[in-house]
């Protein structure tokens, strides 16, 4: 996200916490957390910085975050935007929490910094990424190595906790979440993004939202595409 938080810096104040056990956040002190706890404690962030009316914006996992802390407090947003959110069928989830996010340990040997690029690598070849089979095959080709390395990194900082904020994404239950907002809202995704297949079910769910169709922040040209439409929406 630092291209796109590059981007609308240009027009506003951004905050981009990391969600708590990822990047270089602490994890939250809960052996098995879900999103409303990650909501809580960004809610706690916001009221330590005194911003009692913002704008949010969340991706994948992020959106889930975004929507708990409109439950939380409603009269804290002014637009709500939800991006790229996975809805999942209860074979789908229980796959997915299986699979997708095992807990990897530091070995001696070096094999969890292959693991760690394979991981990073097949999301963009796969859906879900551990399916190597031609139907599981993106229409997408990979980013610049730059860009995969900072996002592999991303997840190196965090290998001990980085799959419990995933879990608690996949067990969440976002349709009920999402059927209870009232703030304004922008759902959007990228066309190349692994979870547009769900987009238009989500436009269902929030039948009064705006949507927005954009172009991703792989790089700075494509984010200032995508700031530009998010300010549009404001």
């Not at 990047?23 to 916001?46: C, F, Q, T, W």
């Not at 079910?201 to 040209?221: A, F, R, T, V």
């Amino acid at each position: 996200l630092h291209f796109l938080i590059e981007a609308l810096s240009k027009n506003f104040f951004v905050y981009a916490p990391d969600t708590p056990g990822n990047g270089l956040s602490d994890p939250l002190d809960k052996e098995v957390p879900e999103i409303e706890d990650y909501a809580h404690v960004h809610y706690l962030a916001l009221q330590k910085l005194n911003i009692n009316k913002t704008h949010l914006f969340g991706s994948h996992t992020g959106a889930s975050i975004a929507a708990s802390i409109v439950k939380i407090d409603p009269k804290i947003v002014d637009r709500l935007f939800l991006d790229s959110v996975g809805l999942y069928s209860s074979s789908e989830r229980s796959a997915l929490l299986k699979n997708y996010a095992p807990a990897v340990k530091t070995k001696i040997t070096g094999e969890h910094l292959l693991w760690t690029w394979n991981f990073i690598r097949d999301q963009w070849l796969f859906w879900p990424w551990y399916e190597h089979k031609a139907k599981n095959r993106l229409n997408r080709g990979l980013p610049e190595l730059s860009y995969l390395n900072d996002m592999c990194v991303d997840v190196l900082q965090s290998l001990q906790t980085y799959h419990l904020s995933y879990r608690a994404a996949f067990r969440f239950n976002k349709e009920a979440c999402f059927r209870s907002i009232k703030c304004p809202t922008t759902i959007s995704s990228s066309k190349d993004d692994m979870l547009f297949k769900y987009f238009p079910k989500l436009q269902k769910i929030i039948p009064n939202s705006s949507s927005m169709i954009h172009e991703g922040w792989q790089d700075k040209k494509s984010a200032l595409k995508t700031a530009k439409l998010i300010f549009s929406e404001i």
